[in-house]
Each structure stands twice: as structure tokens, then as C-alpha cells.
């Protein structure tokens, strides 16, 4: 990862945008709709400090080489970080791509290397990004403090989180029913955790492309993976870093009866088949069991 990403918070913060045209009307556009204030500036006031003190970003835009400098100096001198549009060299941060869902923020940045392909990848992911999908980490932010009280274990909490992004509440605010949505997550919430136990048999071997979309989901669902050695380090990039991961030669089936039985969606990546006297053990204990092989190529 040559750039990291951060995200700033907005809400009554300032930004400042200097210089005039598209590249600077360009920039505006980012931030509207959000909580921000956005100043426009041009000419002398672009080169003086006092523009620029309590800003959060400034952006610098124009084809005058000693405007953006001088502009971009100024900024730098009341601590603020500058991006200098199409101008890499001189930035202290890259714009990515955004994805805008409201409250559900993405970006795709190429360290400045490439914005059309930034755009491009933007693009496929809106294309998989429902528009509601901000209207569900509204309802989550809503009933954090809530869910924190009810769930101080944070297995637990996590456990509960991950079942309600996909149940019938953030269904509702995905569907613009925010009344429902919260009725339901309230319901779910006074639940608690009851989650059944799982061992996913996902096939390893990579490349990842060939995962079923079941497949991928369930392995960002993980709460403990098995890796057998050879498995493609593509397919273990889409598991959460949190993940607990355990040896394949220190997991009999009887480890993994116990694991399920405590709740836990277990992914045993495998690159070999499946040895069927695991999948019996665990059906003999009554422990739910999915295979998710690749899709076939082509």
C-alpha cells in the first residue's frame, strides 16, 4: 500500500477551495450536500495564511505554475494539508474516487498515478453499492450506544452486527423505512446473540475471481479460518485482518464441533478435498456444514 487512506470528518469543518475553472468547480462539487463549509477563494486572498487557519483541507486548482505555489505555500504555513489538483508532486494528499452513499463513504485512489482508472473502479463498485445502503449505517449509528449497553462482550456485539447488516431491519432502511428498520433492529437487538454455528468448506486455490459471491460473504463473515498451506494469498486478502487463525494440522473435528457449538462461522480453506470423515463428525454432532467450491471458468 504505497498511500493511506483516512477519512476527515466534515461536520463544522472548513475547506477551503483556491483558484477558478472546472478543476476548481470540480472540487467544489465533491462536498455538496455535505456538512462542511466550503470557501472560494482567488486572486491576493489565495496567497495569504489568514485564508486558510482553521481549515481541515484546502484544495489548489489552476494552470498559473506561481499561483499554485504560491497558494499552496500559504496554506502549508496555517497547517493545512493541500492538494494540488493534477499536480502530485506538490500535494500533501491525493483525491480518490468517491462513492457517495450519504452516510457509507468509499474511494478509490491511485496515489495520483491514474484517475481515469480510479474512475473506472468507482464505477464498478456503484454498480454493486445499493443507494440505501447509507440509510443502514444511519440505523446502525442510531443504535450504537444502544447496542454497546445490551452487548458489552465485543465477540458478542460483533456477532450481533454482522447478522443485522444483512436481517430484516437494515432490509427496511435499505427500502427507505426507517420506522420499521428501527422497530426491527430494537427486536433483534432484545434477541441477543443466537447465532448457529457454521463450517464453510471454501475452495482456496485461487484465483479469486472464480469465488461465488456466497463464497466471498462468507469469508468476510469469518470469525475463525483454517488456511491449508497453498492457498492463494488473493483469497486470504478478502478475509477481515481481525480473523482468528488457527493451523490446519491443530484442528481435529472434534475442535471444530466445539468451535461451532459456540457460535462461531468457521471457513476451512481448503485446497485438497475434503476429507469425508470430517463432514460426517460434524453432521453426527449436528453442526450446519456449506461447501462453496470456485464457479467454473468461462
Avoid at 77 to 94: C, G, H, I, Q, T
Avoid at 100 to 106: A, I, P, Q, T
Avoid at 147 to 171: I, N, S, T, Y
Avoid at 180 to 188: I, P, V
Amino acid at each position: 500500500m504505497d498511500s493511506f487512506p483516512a477519512y476527515f470528518p466534515l461536520a463544522g469543518r472548513k475547506v477551503v477551495i483556491a483558484g477558478v475553472g472546472e478543476a476548481a468547480d470540480n472540487k467544489a462539487r465533491l462536498f455538496e450536500g455535505s456538512p462542511a463549509t466550503v470557501v472560494r477563494v482567488d486572486g491576493p486572498a489565495a496567497f495569504l495564511p489568514g485564508t486558510y487557519v482553521g481549515a481541515t483541507l484546502a484544495f489548489v486548482a489552476g494552470d498559473d505554475e506561481v499561483f499554485l505555489q504560491a497558494a499552496a505555500g500559504a496554506a502549508r504555513a496555517a497547517r493545512v494539508l493541500v492538494n494540488v489538483v493534477d499536480k502530485p508532486a506538490m500535494s500533501d494528499f491525493n483525491t480518490p474516487a468517491v462513492v457517495d452513499r450519504g452516510e457509507v463513504g468509499m474511494a478509490v485512489g491511485t496515489g495520483g498515478s491514474s484517475p481515469t482508472l480510479a474512475t473506472k473502479l468507482r464505477n464498478d463498485i456503484e454498480a454493486q453499492v445499493p443507494e440505501g445502503t447509507g440509510r443502514v449505517a444511519a440505523l446502525l449509528r442510531k443504535f450504537q450506544d444502544e447496542v454497546r449497553g445490551a452487548l458489552p462482550a465485543m465477540h458478542e456485539r460483533r456477532a450481533f452486527l454482522r447478522d443485522a447488516v444483512v436481517g430484516e431491519a437494515a432490509q427496511a432502511a435499505m427500502a427507505g423505512d426507517m420506522e420499521k428498520a428501527g422497530q426491527l433492529f430494537r427486536q433483534a437487538l432484545a434477541k441477543g446473540v443466537g447465532r448457529e454455528g457454521k463450517v464453510r468448506f471454501i475452495a482456496g486455490k485461487g484465483p479469486a475471481d472464480l469465488l461465488t459471491l456466497r463464497a466471498v460473504r462468507a469469508l468476510g463473515a469469518a470469525d475463525v479460518l483454517i488456511a491449508d498451506d497453498g492457498a492463494a494469498p488473493e483469497v486470504l486478502l478478502l478475509l477481515r485482518r481481525d480473523v482468528h487463525r488457527l493451523p490446519p494440522g491443530e484442528v481435529s473435528a472434534e475442535a471444530l464441533v466445539a468451535l461451532a457449538q459456540e457460535g462461531k462461522q468457521i471457513v476451512r480453506l481448503v485446497v485438497a478435498p475434503v476429507d469425508p470423515a470430517v463432514i460426517q463428525a460434524l453432521a453426527a454432532a449436528s453442526v450446519a456444514v456449506e461447501v462453496l467450491m470456485a464457479a467454473p471458468a468461462g
